[in-house]
């Protein structure tokens, strides 16, 4: 489930060089599980066939008004009263300043006018017609309609020279596009709760260039950011990773060591309604840092290093804990039932995520993961070996199950 499953969205093309990107954009939302249907202008069909977004799409693609036969169907308002969503992509500076005056003289401008969904404009348009006060001027007048209007990327433009005025790529549309939806739906159940995540395991620096570190990837922790986020949450993620795409909508802070992630996590933790500590800690670091390269010895003698405990985060903060719902995780290798149910009640946990990461498709590195969820005083909850998006969603609607975040 994401947020377009099932969602109706009309998709608006004008003509630009840039529909062909409307094409990418479709197929993302139908993979996201959106039903999308296709209005375009006269223009856009020089540039791309109505029949490419039919196939694509496969729905009628409304272009022309007046080709309906069924004299009980006006095609512009049975399309506006169908769309939950539209989208205006690519929208030419004509189309903007159409709309901008509520002109509605073909099947596109009809259909815009006659909606009265959330409306979302992905301005493409050469750089000086972009900058040309009509434009600013009709572009400030979609703002002051309510309509959302996505600024345009700069870069090599179609005219063989760089300004601004691009499409920006489909991909971040779609991010743009996601989290726009997610602030207009309120009654997402993480609505108006603030979740922090923590991420990836920590890297304890030896001398400028060694440091000691795990095998965490992160991945987990990002996926309960990103499913927290998509259930309407405001998310900080706190990430000792850094080769992770950021998830949309989704504050990160980079971190390094276990000290400077205590730091972050505390900083916040007094407005926080949920804390997710996904990252992999290290419960050890160098004792000395050195503050130069450490040389071999000359007589190829063993290095011992010696380590001191870091802080255990989670220990800390339960000292101080309020209205937080904080989740744990524990990632064993043997006992885990018994291991993670001292780590729960050592931690003065809510609920903490039990992975056997000994078995394969389990805990670090990949895309899968099984885990069971345990809880003072219930029976624990094992998953089937599922993606992590799904397994945090699992983690997250226990949470909510639970009254996260709305304790006193
Ligand atoms: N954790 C923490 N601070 C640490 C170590 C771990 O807050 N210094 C958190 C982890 O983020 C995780 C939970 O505690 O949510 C359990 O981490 P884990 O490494 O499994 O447990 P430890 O308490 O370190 O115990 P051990 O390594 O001995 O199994």
């Known amino acids: 489930m994401s947020i377009w499953t099932k969602r109706h969205v009309t998709v608006?093309?004008?003509?630009?060089?840039?529909?062909?990107?409307?094409?990418?954009?479709?197929r993302s939302l139908m993979k996201q599980g959106a039903v999308v249907r296709v209005a375009m202008t006269t223009h856009a069909a020089k540039f791309i066939t109505p029949l490419t977004f039919q196939t694509l799409t496969q729905q009628p693609v409304v272009i022309d008004e007046f080709t309906t036969t069924d004299p009980h169907h006006v095609v512009?308002?049975?399309?506006?009263?169908?769309?939950?969503v539209m989208i205006l992509v690519p929208a030419t500076a004509n189309l903007i300043a159409k709309v901008a005056n509520g002109l509605a003289d073909d099947a596109a401008t009809?259909?815009?006018?006659?909606t009265t969904a959330p409306k979302f404009v992905v301005p493409a348009m050469n750089s000086h017609m972009y900058v040309n006060p009509a434009t600013q001027r009709n572009l400030k007048q979609l703002t002051t309609d309510g309509l959302h209007v996505l600024t345009p990327a700069t870069g090599m433009l179609a005219e063989g020279y760089s300004g601004q005025g691009r499409l920006p790529e489909p991909a971040v549309i779609l991010?743009?596009?996601?989290?726009?939806?997610?602030?207009l739906t309120p009654d997402l159940p993480l609505a108006g709760r603030?979740?922090?995540?923590?991420?990836?395991?920590?890297?304890?620096?030896?001398?400028?260039?060694?440091?000691?570190t795990n095998?965490?990837?992160?991945?987990?922790g990002y996926a309960v950011a990103q499913v927290a986020r998509e259930l309407g949450a405001t998310v900080t993620l706190i990430s000792a990773t850094t080769h992770l795409a950021a998830p949309s909508g989704?504050?990160?802070?980079?971190?390094?060591?276990a000290q400077s992630l205590l730091t972050a996590v505390s900083d916040i933790f007094d407005d926080t309604d949920i804390l997710v500590m996904a990252a992999a800690v290290s419960d050890y670091r160098p004792a000395e840092l050195a503050d130069q390269k450490i040389k071999k010895p000359a007589d190829h003698a063993d290095l011992t290093l010696r380590l001191t405990e870091t802080p255990d985060i989670l220990k800390t903060l339960a000292a101080r804990k309020h209205q937080q719902y904080v989740i744990g995780f524990a990632a064993e290798t043997q006992s885990l039932?018994?291991?993670?149910?001292?780590?729960?009640?050592?931690?003065k946990l809510d609920l903490i995520v039990a992975n056997d990461v000994s078995k394969p498709g389990v805990g670090f590195n990949g895309d899968t993961n099984q885990v069971t969820l345990l809880r003072p005083e219930q029976q624990p909850v094992t998953t089937e070996l599922t993606t992590k998006t799904a397994i945090a969603k699992q983690i997250l609607m226990t949470a909510i199950a639970d009254g996260a975040g709305t304790q006193a």
């Open 175 to 183: 991010a743009w596009l996601t989290d726009q939806l997610i602030q």
């Open 337 to 347: 039932l018994a291991n993670a149910n001292r780590k729960l009640t050592s931690k």
């Open 12 to 26: 608006v093309v004008s003509g630009g060089i840039a529909s062909y990107k409307a094409l990418v954009l479709i």
């Open 76 to 84: 512009h308002v049975a399309l506006a009263d169908w769309t939950e």
């Open 215 to 220: 095998r965490s990837s992160g991945k987990m």
């Open 194 to 212: 603030r979740v922090v995540v923590t991420a990836g395991g920590t890297r304890e620096a030896l001398d400028p260039v060694r440091f000691i």
């Open 250 to 257: 989704v504050k990160v802070v980079t971190v390094d060591s």
């Open 110 to 114: 009809t259909t815009i006018l006659a």
